[in-house]
């Protein structure tokens, strides 16, 4: 704790003291209900009219973008039309410190108080923080974001992934989620740098800010979300390559985006300006981006992800009998995933996507029928919930967050260089893909693609996790307007969009199963490896599905393989893949058919897949 007695920097603190403790108890108590009560509304508001929208099929706005205006409503209403001065009585002291206390121990006539930091406010907004606490409390901490509202939406986009198409397209969507979004980090970066230099000469920029700072803010602008979009081409039908290709895209980037952030804040070069080039520097910054993104990425995999437990709990056990301890398991399993990913020091967005992912393709086959249908209504109920809670929320804080820096020349800048980045994403990425695919990518897909790239909930979440300095502050402030702006006016435009350049609509995504066939068999080695090594074990060592491990193990680790087989991997061997019987003659007249005629089933060792 910090004593008043370190001459080392002067800093001034105000206590705010109540003359009855229980009464301003039961007064912060009706805050926090009003306050919750707000956000409540928004979303009823919100459900409401989705369902007039819908009713009336209008495409022009959609949930999210109608979330942000009844936020930005309610934000003007409690930014300029509600006071709730304070029942207190304030004195500011003075106080030598290192630097800002996360706590404080207050000595008050011999009574010891405990402070803690809320967060820094300027002086021109200490009298409106002090008369008016709502502003305050319907600013939430920002790792409440993280922790709980992110989750379930970063976890559903894995879960109800279409992964036939997904993986048919699979070297495209890596390609455009990883290239495509360092490409797009370093071309807003330069560009905002460029900018940020012009504010200096004609003395429009008040504080420091770095070409770091611009490179950080280059990444959570590369993270697309383009909700919007897909929501309306799900309605649609559109055509499932462009749906997959865009929605790949958009899943996996916000992880790379997520972790390149943290890279760039791990710069870090040696001595006093933190701020130059050092190749030891960018290399370390490197290394914490690989070792982060597979670290992540190896908690989300199948065999060493903590949901290995669920899968083997529920592929050996009765748990299936009891569906709500079922479906209870699988929702706190899914959630402790990206719990573990961020305490072990990774990110959770990476572990939990890829979570959903594996859970789709192994756990779900061994939940029982309501069990399945419970977690899909439940993860897809859980993602509406948030991701209108967050989008309300970006409109509330356009006028309750107490700190906005709005620069003219830098919010100009900033829609400059995200479309500029976006194309130089989307057209060079889109060429040279093309030089190896049968099936091209069309100049109107890429105009779609480009015109798609939406900034939504993990920019914002980015974007107001750390608003300490100047420099950060001027970012969220022009994050918030970008992603108004992409959401309103291209999501609002995407059926006249899709008009435009003629993409075709109606679409059944099973209804080309051949393409399926072909493009498997034109498949890459690698492609075509993995699937045999997940065909034959890991979906028989985590689900009942595939061969039993007794056919495809050596026959040394037989012992093994009857521990690892599920009594029901035989039995839907013997339903799906026993010979079909020949079709039967009429037999002759005054004969039966001979007994001898009947199929037996084959053994273990004897079966192959078809």
Same mark, same amino acid.
């Given at each position: 704790m910090p004593a008043c007695s370190l001459p080392v920097q002067s800093i001034h603190f105000t206590i705010i003291a109540s003359p009855k403790h229980d009464r301003f108890q039961r007064q912060s108590h009706r805050q926090d209900s009003v306050d919750l009560l707000i956000f409540i509304m928004l979303l009823t508001l919100t459900i409401l009219t989705i369902w007039l929208f819908k009713h009336r099929r209008f495409r022009f706005l959609h949930e999210t973008g109608l979330a942000m205006i009844y936020g930005v409503l309610v934000g003007v209403v409690l930014r300029y039309a509600i006071h709730v001065p304070r029942d207190i009585s304030a004195a500011t002291l003075n106080c030598h410190v290192n630097a800002s206390p996360a706590t404080l121990l207050v000595n008050i006539s011999g009574r010891f108080y405990e402070y803690t930091l809320n967060g820094e406010i300027s002086a021109n907004v200490l009298d409106d923080v002090q008369d008016n606490e709502m502003l305050r409390k319907v600013t939430f901490d920002p790792e409440v974001f993280f922790n709980i509202l992110l989750p379930p939406i970063i976890f559903h986009a894995g879960y109800s992934l279409k992964r036939r198409h997904f993986f048919l397209n699979m070297g495209s969507i890596l390609a455009y989620a990883f290239m495509g979004t360092l490409v797009s980090c370093f071309v807003i970066g330069l560009l905002m740098y460029g900018f940020v230099t012009?504010?200096?000469?004609?003395?429009? $920029?008040?504080?420091?800010?770095?070409?770091?700072?611009? $490179?950080?803010?280059?990444?959570?602008?590369?993270?697309?979300?383009?909700?919007?979009? $897909?929501?309306?081409?799900?309605?649609?039908?559109?055509?499932?390559?462009?749906?997959?290709?865009?929605?790949?895209?958009?899943?996996?980037? *916000?992880?790379?985006?997520?972790?390149?952030?943290?890279?760039?804040?791990?710069?870090?070069?040696?001595? *006093?300006?933190?701020?130059?080039?050092?190749?030891?520097?960018?290399?370390?910054?490197?290394?914490?981006?690989?070792?982060?993104?597979s670290g992540s990425f190896a908690l989300g995999t199948p065999l060493l992800d903590s949901l290995t437990v669920t899968r083997h709990v529920t592929k050996f056990t009765k748990l299936r009998d009891f569906q709500l301890l079922e479906t209870a398991l699988f929702f706190l399993m899914s959630w402790s995933t990206f719990l573990l990913a961020e305490a072990c020091g990774f990110t959770g967005v990476v572990a939990v996507l890829f979570c959903g992912i594996t859970q789709a393709h192994y756990t779900y086959n061994n939940l029982s029928p309501e069990s399945q249908i419970r977690t899909k209504q439940l993860f897809e109920l859980l993602n509406f919930l948030a991701e209108n809670f967050i989008f309300s929320y970006m409109g509330l804080t356009l006028f309750t967050f107490q700190n906005h820096v709005f620069n003219p020349m830098f919010i100009i800048g900033a829609f400059v260089a995200v479309f500029i980045g976006r194309?130089?994403?989307?057209?060079?990425?889109?060429?040279?893909?093309?030089?190896?695919?049968?099936?091209?990518?069309?100049?109107?897909?890429?105009?779609?693609?480009?015109?798609?790239?939406?900034?939504?909930?993990?920019?914002?979440? $980015?974007?107001?996790?750390?608003?300490?300095?100047?420099?950060?502050r001027m970012m969220f402030s022009t994050t918030l307007l970008v992603v108004f702006f992409t959401v309103w006016v291209c999501g609002g435009g995407t059926t006249q969009m899709l008009s435009c350049q003629r993409i075709r609509v109606g679409v059944d995504a099973d209804q080309d199963n051949l393409v399926g066939i072909t493009t498997k068999q034109e498949s890459a080695w690698l492609f075509r490896i993995w699937y045999t090594f997940d065909h034959n074990y890991l979906k028989p060592i985590l689900t009942h599905s595939g061969p039993p491990l007794t056919a495809v193990m050596p026959t040394c680790c037989a012992p093994l393989a009857r521990c690892l087989t599920s009594p029901q991997a035989y039995e839907v061997r013997c339903l799906f893949f026993a010979p079909t019987p020949p079709a039967p003659t009429p037999p002759a007249a005054g004969r039966l058919a001979s007994p001898a005629a009947r199929p037996t089933p084959p053994s273990a060792r004897s079966w192959t897949a078809s």
């Amino acid at each position: 704790m910090p004593a008043c007695s370190l001459p080392v920097q002067s800093i001034h603190f105000t206590i705010i003291a109540s003359p009855k403790h229980d009464r301003f108890q039961r007064q912060s108590h009706r805050q926090d209900s009003v306050d919750l009560l707000i956000f409540i509304m928004l979303l009823t508001l919100t459900i409401l009219t989705i369902w007039l929208f819908k009713h009336r099929r209008f495409r022009f706005l959609h949930e999210t973008g109608l979330a942000m205006i009844y936020g930005v409503l309610v934000g003007v209403v409690l930014r300029y039309a509600i006071h709730v001065p304070r029942d207190i009585s304030a004195a500011t002291l003075n106080c030598h410190v290192n630097a800002s206390p996360a706590t404080l121990l207050v000595n008050i006539s011999g009574r010891f108080y405990e402070y803690t930091l809320n967060g820094e406010i300027s002086a021109n907004v200490l009298d409106d923080v002090q008369d008016n606490e709502m502003l305050r409390k319907v600013t939430f901490d920002p790792e409440v974001f993280f922790n709980i509202l992110l989750p379930p939406i970063i976890f559903h986009a894995g879960y109800s992934l279409k992964r036939r198409h997904f993986f048919l397209n699979m070297g495209s969507i890596l390609a455009y989620a990883f290239m495509g979004t360092l490409v797009s980090c370093f071309v807003i970066g330069l560009l905002m740098y460029g900018f940020v230099t012009l504010m200096k000469h004609v003395g429009q $920029l008040g504080e420091d800010f770095f070409f770091t700072d611009c $490179l950080f803010f280059g990444a959570i602008l590369s993270a697309t979300d383009p909700v919007t979009v $897909l929501a309306i081409f799900n309605e649609l039908q559109v055509d499932v390559d462009l749906y997959a290709l865009l929605f790949g895209e958009s899943v996996l980037n *916000d992880a790379v985006a997520v972790v390149l952030s943290s890279s760039i804040v791990a710069y870090q070069p040696q001595g *006093d300006n933190s701020h130059t080039f050092e190749v030891m520097a960018v290399l370390k910054s490197l290394g914490v981006f690989l070792g982060v993104f597979s670290g992540s990425f190896a908690l989300g995999t199948p065999l060493l992800d903590s949901l290995t437990v669920t899968r083997h709990v529920t592929k050996f056990t009765k748990l299936r009998d009891f569906q709500l301890l079922e479906t209870a398991l699988f929702f706190l399993m899914s959630w402790s995933t990206f719990l573990l990913a961020e305490a072990c020091g990774f990110t959770g967005v990476v572990a939990v996507l890829f979570c959903g992912i594996t859970q789709a393709h192994y756990t779900y086959n061994n939940l029982s029928p309501e069990s399945q249908i419970r977690t899909k209504q439940l993860f897809e109920l859980l993602n509406f919930l948030a991701e209108n809670f967050i989008f309300s929320y970006m409109g509330l804080t356009l006028f309750t967050f107490q700190n906005h820096v709005f620069n003219p020349m830098f919010i100009i800048g900033a829609f400059v260089a995200v479309f500029i980045g976006r194309a130089c994403n989307i057209y060079p990425l889109s060429f040279l893909l093309n030089l190896g695919r049968r099936n091209k990518i069309r100049s109107n897909f890429q105009h779609m693609m480009m015109f798609a790239g939406l900034r939504g909930a993990m920019t914002f979440a $980015l974007s107001i996790r750390d608003t300490a300095t100047y420099a950060r502050r001027m970012m969220f402030s022009t994050t918030l307007l970008v992603v108004f702006f992409t959401v309103w006016v291209c999501g609002g435009g995407t059926t006249q969009m899709l008009s435009c350049q003629r993409i075709r609509v109606g679409v059944d995504a099973d209804q080309d199963n051949l393409v399926g066939i072909t493009t498997k068999q034109e498949s890459a080695w690698l492609f075509r490896i993995w699937y045999t090594f997940d065909h034959n074990y890991l979906k028989p060592i985590l689900t009942h599905s595939g061969p039993p491990l007794t056919a495809v193990m050596p026959t040394c680790c037989a012992p093994l393989a009857r521990c690892l087989t599920s009594p029901q991997a035989y039995e839907v061997r013997c339903l799906f893949f026993a010979p079909t019987p020949p079709a039967p003659t009429p037999p002759a007249a005054g004969r039966l058919a001979s007994p001898a005629a009947r199929p037996t089933p084959p053994s273990a060792r004897s079966w192959t897949a078809s």
